[in-house]
Every structure is written in C-alpha cells, then in structure tokens.
T-cell receptor, first 113, second 112 residues
C-alpha cells in the first residue's frame, strides 16, 4: 500500500537558517505529492504540491521537487522565520484514488530568534 | 467566510456514550473526508464521501459511521465511544478532481 515517511521532529532552528525536512514515499503508479502546514490550533493548509516527476512546487519561500528516482519530496526553505513555526505534513494521493490522501506523521518546526 | 465548520470544538465524553461530530462546508465541494490526528501517527482517514449519497471506508473505520444526505453536511458518529477514540478529528473537503483538501479547525475529543 501507500506510505509516507518523514523525518522525526521537533526540528529547532534559528531565524534565517536553512530548512530541510525529508520526505520519502512508497506508492503504486504516479502519485501527486503535497506538503501541508498546520499552525497551532488550526486545521491543515496546503503549502505546495507537485503532480508529476521533476515538478517543483513552491509557495511562501518553500520549495519541494518531485524526485521519482529517489521517491522523495523534500521540503526546503532558504531562510526561515519565527512565523514558520508549525507542523509540516508530507502527503500523497495515489493514481485513481481520488483525493484520499496518505499522510506522513508530521514534523514539528520551531524557529527561535 | 467560506470554508468548513466543525462542532463542537472540544468534548469530553464518557466511554459507552454516543457522539456525533458535525461538519458543514459552504464551498459546494463534491468530496468530504474525516481524519483523526494522533501524535506520532499523523492523520489517518476514517471515512470519506465522493459525492452526496455515497460513503466509503478509509484506513481506520471501525467504531465510526458517517452519512452524506446532502452536499454540505458530513456528520461522524461514534456509536459507543471507547478511550482509544480519544483524538483530534478533522473534517476536510475537496472538488473530486485533483484539487487540494480544505480542512476545518478540528474537534478535540477525549473519551474517559
């Protein structure tokens, strides 16, 4: 079946540091890949997505590239801010699965001054 | 404001009691979903509905039931709550095409 593996957190960074959160997946066919962000007390919001191999999703300074050869979709940001503190979830939707998403376990990011 | 409304925000429930979590969306999305969020496990799909009048089982459906009488509402019922159902429950919706999910703010349920 489908699965998503994320690096465990929490990840603690200083403001303006470089961020990488690793995500790898197992899926049949050609899934679409997503990063969702959850701020404290809120539901998840879509951060970015990629629907085919070599696509790069980007939003708010975050980027992730769909790497089929390594089955990865790592999230990166060049300079994090305190306001980026949140929980980040990698997810996939499989071919023919509609929009039913399989989520990773989430990675908590804490950015300090 | 368009979006998803979940109620209640939080609830403490005695084991064995029946409970319905409410979810309403005003975006006229075809599909709706219920997820539970547990520490270390991420979000797991409980039930889903691709369109009004249809429902399907997700990854962890046991102990839960849903109905989809119309496009806007997708209630989740726990017929007889057990402590392992203590969790944060999120309702979500989307167009049936490959579009992102919109999430509500969640219901924090504690079963004692």
């Amino acid at each position: 079946g489908n699965s998503v593996t994320q690096m465990e957190g929490p990840v603690t960074l200083s403001e303006e540091a470089f961020l990488t959160i690793n995500c790898t997946y197992t899926a049949t066919g050609y899934p679409s890949l997503f990063w969702y962000v959850q701020y404290p007390g809120e539901g998840l919001q879509l951060l970015l997505k990629a629907t085919k191999a070599d696509d790069k999703g980007s939003n708010k300074g975050f980027e992730a590239t769909y790497r089929k050869e390594t089955t990865s979709f790592h999230l990166e940001k060049g300079s994090v801010q305190v306001s980026d503190s949140a929980v980040y979830f990698c997810a996939l939707s499989s071919t023919g699965g509609g929009n039913k998403l399989t989520f990773g376990t989430g990675t908590q990011l804490k950015v300090e001054l | 404001i368009a979006g998803i409304t979940q109620a209640p925000t939080s609830q403490i429930l005695a084991a064995g009691r029946r409970m319905t979590l409410r979810c309403t969306q005003d975006m006229r999305h075809n599909a709706m979903y219920w997820y539970r969020q547990d520490l270390g496990l991420g979000l797991r799909l409980i039930h889903y509905s691709n369109t009004a009048g249809t429902t399907g089982k997700g990854e962890v459906p046991d102990g839960y039931s849903v109905s989809r009488a119309n496009t806007d509402d997708f209630p989740l019922t726990l017929a007889s709550a057990v402590p392992s159902q203590t969790s944060v429950y999120f309702c979500a919706s989307s167009d049936f095409t490959n579009s992102p999910l919109h999430f509500g703010n969640g219901t924090r349920l504690t079963v004692t």
